[in-house]
């Protein structure tokens, strides 16, 4: 009775996991009708929860739910994007959970940034401060870095902003939306900032080839 027990609990789990599965599947990479309703079901439920957090944490008035539902989002948030924008899964973490260390990014996908590549021939050698750029212009580097600062010489390159530092939750909203597939998220960092965490720096360097 025991063994049933368990390979009921198993056909239950696998068919939940397959169900989350097409679930994902069908909001962040199918087209059809109703691939669409869900998508955009999905991104309007998301987007108007963060409001009302949003406008909970400006008033102070976010209770242990709250704070635990941001902690759970913010850690599913670090996991989801850990391979397609695994940058900014790091920064995340680093901004949230981190001792407020210096944070050295890895660089693979910074030295290959067309987008980078234009503004460093664009700006030539020297420093540059507080470079602002569209989403759209550089998607992933938009999710980390804006603005940013980059100093250029003949042998290095280096991106970094001296404070990661969100917006206060009683700040103007400023919206970052997070593409996963076809579907986007709008978040606001002034959410974060109602979760105590810790400004650094954050950098990372290559060579000037």
Not at 66 to 89: C, L, N, Q, R
Not at 134 to 148: A, G, I, K, M, T
Request: net charge neutral; aromatic share 12%; charged share 20%.
């Amino acid at each position: 009775m025991k063994n049933k027990g368990i390979k009921y609990s198993a056909i239950a789990l696998l068919s939940l996991l397959t169900l989350g599965g097409l679930f994902s599947l069908s909001v962040t990479t199918l087209n059809d009708p109703i691939s669409k309703k869900l998508r955009t079901n999905t991104e309007n439920s998301f987007n108007q929860y963060v409001d009302f957090l949003l406008a909970k944490a400006a008033k102070k008035e976010l209770n242990s739910l709250d704070k635990a539902i941001m902690h759970i989002g913010t850690k599913t948030s670090i996991v989801a994007t850990k391979f397609i924008y695994p940058e900014a899964s790091v920064l995340l973490d680093h901004y949230v959970y981190g001792d407020g260390s210096d944070l050295k990014l890895p660089n693979s996908y910074f030295k290959t940034s067309s987008y980078l590549q234009n503004q460093i021939d664009i700006l030539g050698k020297g420093e540059h401060e507080l470079i602002a750029l569209e989403q759209q212009e550089d998607w992933r580097l938009s999710l980390v870095f804006n603005p940013y600062f980059l100093d250029v010489t003949t042998d290095k390159v280096k991106i970094y902003h001296p404070q990661i530092e969100f917006a206060p939750v009683t700040a103007e909203k400023e919206p970052t939306f997070i593409a996963i597939g076809k579907m986007k998220l709008r978040v606001y960092d002034n959410l974060f900032s109602a979760m105590s965490p810790t400004p650094f720096y954050a950098y990372a360097e290559w060579e000037n080839i």
